[in-house]
């Protein structure tokens, strides 16, 4: 275990669906993210939250919500998906927006959601 | 904008080999760090190894190792001694030291390491 929790592990939803995402770190950080994961592409970034507030919306459609409520949670809150949203959805932590410096370092990483939208 | 580079969609080596795994990048800035990142199928993004652009000393940590060359703008990962457990997807990753820098990844490139 990294530290950082996601769940549900899998999701299948049909379009006229509403799920929501959920991402919980016990690690101290005061960063979130939300990065999308699909075959053969990059991560995309989707979202980023510094201190419970968001600070970057990569162009993200509006049927993907985020939210986060405390420094320690961050949810995405999904409604009206379609098939291309099908993807692996990761959640990470960081000690802040920057990359930090001994045991700070880095971003850390829970194991994502595998979304299927039907 | 920062972009990253894994030209290699996958590779195959025998145990107890050593592998190559490529990763290039563009930037214009001076200071940021590199990583490479280790997705294994439980799906966990595993943190493999750091750089720092600041330093001139190649990272290792156990096994693994890199070949950071900041002028080519390329940063290589040197499996050594393979093992089984070793078989997933790793990502080259990049962040400058900006206020508003976030953490940009490559394709990936799916590793199996054969018995």
């Known amino acids: 275990e990294t530290g950082v929790t996601q769940t549900p592990r899998h999701l299948v939803m049909g379009m006229t669906n509403k799920k929501s995402l959920k991402c919980e770190q016990h690690?101290?950080?005061?960063?979130m993210y939300w990065y999308k994961q699909s075959a053969k592409k990059p991560l995309e970034l989707m979202f980023v939250?510094?201190?419970?507030?968001?600070?970057e919306n990569n162009s993200v459609p509006s049927r993907f919500s985020p939210e986060c409520p405390n420094s320690s949670h961050l949810f995405l809150h999904l409604h009206t998906l379609q098939p291309e949203d099908s993807a692996l959805y990761l959640c990470?932590?960081?000690?802040?927006?920057?990359?930090?410096?001994?045991?700070?370092?880095?971003?850390?990483f829970g194991s994502g959601t595998r979304l299927t939208v039907v | 904008a920062q972009t990253v580079t894994q030209s290699q969609p996958e590779m195959s080596v025998q145990e107890a080999e050593t592998v190559t795994l490529s990763c290039t990048y563009d930037?214009?800035?001076?200071?940021?760090?590199l990583f490479w990142y280790k997705q294994p199928p439980s799906r966990q993004m595993i943190l493999v190894i750091r750089?720092?652009?600041?330093?001139?000393q190649n990272a290792t940590e156990n096994r693994f190792s890199v070949n950071f060359q900041k002028a080519a703008k390329s940063f290589s990962l040197k499996i050594s001694d393979s093992q089984l457990g070793d078989t997933a997807m790793y990502f080259c990753?990049?962040?400058?030291?900006?206020?508003?820098?976030?953490?940009?990844f490559g394709k990936g490139i799916t590793l199996s390491v054969r018995p």
């Open positions: 990470a932590s960081s000690h802040n927006l920057l990359p930090g410096t001994g045991s700070n370092y880095g971003y850390t």
């Open positions: 690690l101290g950080h005061n960063a």
């Open positions: 939250y510094n201190f419970k507030e968001q600070t």
């Open positions: 930037t214009s800035e001076n200071n940021y760090y």
């Open positions: 750089q720092e652009a600041y330093k001139q």
């Open positions: 990753a990049f962040i400058d030291t900006g206020a508003n820098s976030k953490l940009t």
